[in-house]
T-cell receptor, first 113, second 111 residues
Framework: SAVISQKPSRDICQRGTSLTIQCQVD?????MFWYRQQPGQSLTLIAT?????????ESGFVIDKFPISRPNLTFSTLTVSNMSPEDSSIYLC??????????FGQGTRLTVV | DQQVKQNSPSLSVQEGRISILNCDYT??????FLWYKKYPAEGPTFLIS?????DKNEDGRFTVFLNKSAKHLSLHIVPSQPGDSAVYFC??????????FGAGTILRVKS
């Protein structure tokens, strides 16, 4: 299994500002994933981040809104840009384990006011 | 289009009894299914999985059943314990693609 450290664990931000969420893994992993869980909804994949290449975004998510960095095999950041109240969610980073299971960080609870 | 559905938003069970959490899916290309448990303020943790070539997988108190013809799977917890109270997510994986999650079911185990 992988141990994933994600921070901040929560934040309250003003609309129009940006927040960068950091994810640190205790082992080298090829692919890291960023999810969003809006209130009362399921986890939705935002993008897949590979080291050394641009992230691959899912339908409905764009790089200008959610820029991602992946500088090495143990670290990634997700930025939520120009925030609005609709961005209030839990954001989770994840890495793949064996047998396609995924390991998750503890999540970042974002509230935009 | 919700490909993975958990139609029961919540379930309440007495301690010691069986908890049954249900999940339906629509994509016949899904070939691997997983259950995750999530406590408040924590990320989801992997619980148990099942390949589409099997119809049952058991791990201690947790058993997952898969009915491919009905596109239905269920998680059985026996006996249920108060520490099992959490949100349970059903997820499906299509080879070479991404994990798709259901909306989750809140399980409350009463002592």
């Amino acid at each position: 299994s992988a141990v994933i450290s994600q921070k901040p664990s929560r934040d309250i931000c003003q609309r129009g500002t940006s927040l960068t969420i950091q994810c640190q893994v205790d082992s080298q992993v090829t692919m890291m994933f960023w999810y969003r869980q809006q209130p009362g909804q399921s986890l939705t994949l935002i993008a897949t981040a590979n080291q050394g290449s641009e992230a691959t975004y899912e339908s409905g998510f764009v790089i200008d809104k959610f820029p991602i960095s992946r500088p090495n095999l143990t670290f990634s950041t997700l930025t939520v840009s120009n925030m609005s109240p609709e961005d209030s969610s839990i954001y989770l980073c994840s890495v793949a384990g064996k047998d396609t299971e995924a390991f998750f960080g503890q999540g970042t609870r974002l509230t935009v006011v | 289009d919700q490909q993975v559905k958990q139609n029961s938003p919540s379930l309440s069970v007495q301690e010691g009894r069986i908890s049954i959490l249900n999940c339906d899916y629509t994509n016949s290309m899904f070939d691997y299914f997983l259950w995750y448990k999530k406590y408040p303020a924590e990320g989801p943790t992997f619980l148990i999985s099942i390949s589409s070539i099997k119809d049952k997988n058991e791990d201690g108190r947790f058993t997952v059943f898969l009915n491919k013809s009905a596109k239905h799977l269920s998680l059985h917890i026996v006996p249920s314990q108060p520490g099992d109270s959490a949100v349970y997510f059903c997820a499906a994986f299509e080879y070479g693609n991404k994990l798709v999650f259901g909306a989750g079911t809140i399980l409350r185990v009463k002592s």
